[in-house]
């Protein structure tokens, strides 16, 4: 009997061993993949309010910067699955605004106003879109695109280029 003891012992010991190893290292791994998840969404959910604010900003390079981050963040790696639809819900809102806000006319009287969202189609029709808003439009349609939505007419217009003026044919 004290050999059958003294083999399980020598047997039986390191597989109870390999076997808690086994659990214990599946157990972390799993709590890595959801700090993972959430580390992700923290970051995605941080770049979004940081690209919403610049994006929004009345001086210009900021306000570049905020929309090449909201382009960047649909095709981000940290962002999941899970939070794809509403990073691109909040994109499309937000780049369609810029992009309707940067074609309306600003008043001269009323410098120091918040600027109403106006709709593309509400400015002067001879107005050439600035890269801004091009940049602005496009990234609109892209996201409302890649959630399955019909883009809005104006802002598809917006990412036409403009037709050439003067040219003549030569004959």
């Known amino acids: 009997m004290s050999t059958e003891l003294a083999i399980f012992v020598v047997v039986g010991t390191p597989l109870l061993s390999f076997v808690a ?7 972390v791994r799993r709590g890595d993949e959801e700090r993972d998840v959430w580390r992700r969404r923290e970051e995605t959910l941080r770049t979004l309010r940081w690209a919403v604010e610049t994006a929004t900003s009345d001086h210009p390079v900021r306000a ?3 929309l090449a981050t909201l382009g960047e963040l649909l095709d981000a790696e940290i962002l999941q ?11 499309e809102v937000v780049l369609a605004a810029t992009s309707a806000v940067a074609r309306a006319p ?4 009323a410098p120091t ?3 109403a969202p106006v709709r593309p189609s509400a400015a002067a029709p001879s107005a050439s879109p600035s890269p801004r808003q091009t940049r602005a439009a496009t990234l609109a349609v892209r996201a409302s695109t890649a959630l399955g939505r019909t883009p809005d007419p104006a802002l598809v217009e917006l990412t036409r280029p403009a037709p050439t003026t003067g040219a003549t044919d030569r004959g």
């Open 21 to 27: 190893v086994m659990l214990g290292h599946w157990v």
């Open 64 to 66: 570049e910067a905020g």
């Open 81 to 91: 699955p899970a939070d794809a639809p509403m990073v691109g819900t909040v994109a």
């Open 106 to 109: 600003e008043p001269a009287h």
């Open 113 to 115: 106003r918040e600027p």
